[in-house]
């Protein structure tokens, strides 16, 4: 059994920064992707970075690229999110989640099987 736990969330300005941090525990070998993603009220979860462990490769959405950066050591059980700049439209419940192929990290939320709980990131604006 994984478990993720999310922290790091809170209220910011626009401008300022956060760094989020997950930490997974359990069989997470089998886990090819680790990424983030945020949902907003009455929209899809998106995804919003993502790394392969496959691939050995991060990605970003667009709206975040240059402002996010994902760090981990690729051994499975940490993963940071440094989000600077941050925008109101970044406000949302940001999501740890692990598992999948490796392949298509960022764009396929289906391939996760495990999911944090979420942190809140608010917009104090």
């Known amino acids: 059994h994984v478990q993720l736990v999310e922290s790091g969330g809170g209220s910011v300005q626009a401008g300022g920064s956060l760094r989020l941090s997950c930490a997974a525990s359990g069989y997470t070998y089998s886990s090819y992707c680790m990424g983030w993603f945020r949902q907003t009220p009455g929209a899809e979860r998106e995804g919003v970075a993502a790394a392969s462990f496959r691939l050995r490769t991060t990605n970003y959405a667009a709206t975040v690229k240059g402002r996010f950066t994902l760090s981990t050591d690729y051994t499975k059980t940490t993963m940071y999110l440094l989000m600077n700049n941050l925008k109101p439209e970044d406000a949302g419940i940001y999501y740890c989640?692990?598992?999948?192929?490796?392949?298509?990290?960022?764009?396929?939320?289906?391939?996760?099987?495990?999911w944090g709980q979420g942190t809140q990131v608010t917009d104090s604006s």
């Open positions: 989640a692990a598992g999948g192929s490796g392949f298509n990290c960022l764009t396929s939320a289906r391939q996760y099987n495990y």
